[in-house]
């Protein structure tokens, strides 16, 4: 287990320790697109499967060995779209961060909304600013009946905050990169209302029976948090438990074929079982692979939460 610190020259450093020095028969990470599309390269150059718990997007010749279980920007602002439709919202602002997590957002959104959502306004802003006042403003000034904030972590919830202290009373969206604990923590009183699509694993005591990943994502929320508290699952941690499960799977179709840990047949073998992986159903998602999509996420597995009472709560 290697620690990149978040920066792909350490993450490319570390991928060629697993692969030469360590042999490793598959990689399970990185977490964040920066690093995970640089260590893309290290495993197909070292034709070693990595399961990346970033949503990476990588086609052609790159894709061989590269693997993914986080569901994509494309089916998750989908979703966001889906539920304001739902709630007769016709415009929307954007605010978004000024790099390539706010330009994914961004052109999820407005291909989502082509016909549908009507983009009024659309303001960027840095992850390090300790105020997004001109923005909210500019966007508050077009009047949309729901705001995008395009974002993660807890530096995605500044505009929320300005948004409300500023008296806007509209929908408030988030993306997916602000479901952990610490958004929650850091925006407060504020934050009530919010809605965003999430794996299903970060509320999975709360789903129907009848959603397809309960049987796996509850005893795993239980598990995790039995160990760091309540409210420690997250969809990263669901993810990255899926990685597992799909690699657990991909590794015994490999021995049953015959191959031998710790060659190249076997690597080769864990990929095309990877490749072939059908209907397998994870904690957080429900995955089919093949040739052109290394990461299979069934849309219908994502579902829409709020914020109520401080806490994520299954949206309806």
């Not at 490319?12 to 893309?40: F, H, Y």
């Not at 909210?136 to 505009?159: C, R, W």
């Not at 709360?206 to 160990?227: D, I, Y």
């Amino acid at each position: 287990m290697l620690d990149d610190g978040s920066d792909p020259s350490n993450a490319v450093k570390d991928a060629r320790q697993l692969i030469a020095s360590d042999k490793v028969d598959a990689i399970l990470g990185p977490n964040l697109i920066t690093t995970a599309m640089a260590v893309a390269d290290i495993a197909n150059e070292g034709k070693t499967p990595m399961i990346s718990v970033a949503p990476l997007d990588v086609s052609g010749p790159r894709r061989a060995y590269v693997f993914r279980t986080e569901p994509s920007a494309d089916l998750m602002v989908q979703r966001i779209v889906a539920d304001m439709v739902e709630h007769k919202v016709h415009t929307v602002g954007y605010i978004g961060f000024s790099d390539a997590w706010g330009d994914i957002l961004a052109k999820a959104l407005a291909k989502a909304g082509a016909g549908k959502v009507n983009t009024v306004d659309q303001e960027r802003f840095a992850r390090t600013d300790t105020s997004v006042l001109a923005q909210v403003l500019k966007v508050m000034a077009a009047k949309p009946d729901a705001v995008f904030i395009g974002g993660s972590g807890t530096a995605a919830a500044l505009p929320e905050i300005t948004l409300r202290d500023h008296g806007y009373k509209g929908l408030i969206y988030q993306s997916h990169g602000v479901a952990a604990r610490e958004f929650l923590k850091v925006g407060g009183k504020s934050v009530e209302g919010t809605r965003l699509p999430v794996g299903p694993v970060l509320v999975a005591d709360q789903l129907p029976a009848s959603h397809e990943t309960v049987n796996v994502g509850v005893p795993f929320m239980h598990a995790v948090e039995a160990k760091n508290g309540p409210g420690s699952c997250t969809t990263i941690a669901g993810a990255t438990w899926d990685a597992w499960l799909l690699l657990s799977h991909a590794a015994s179709e490999a021995e049953h074929g015959g191959a031998k840990p710790g060659t190249v047949a076997y690597r080769t073998a864990l990929r095309d079982a990877l490749e072939k992986t059908s209907h397998l159903v994870g904690s957080n998602g429900v995955y089919t692979m093949h040739a052109d999509d290394h990461a299979g996420y069934d849309p219908a597995a994502i579902v829409m939460v709020t914020i109520h009472q401080g806490r994520w709560t299954l949206a309806h």
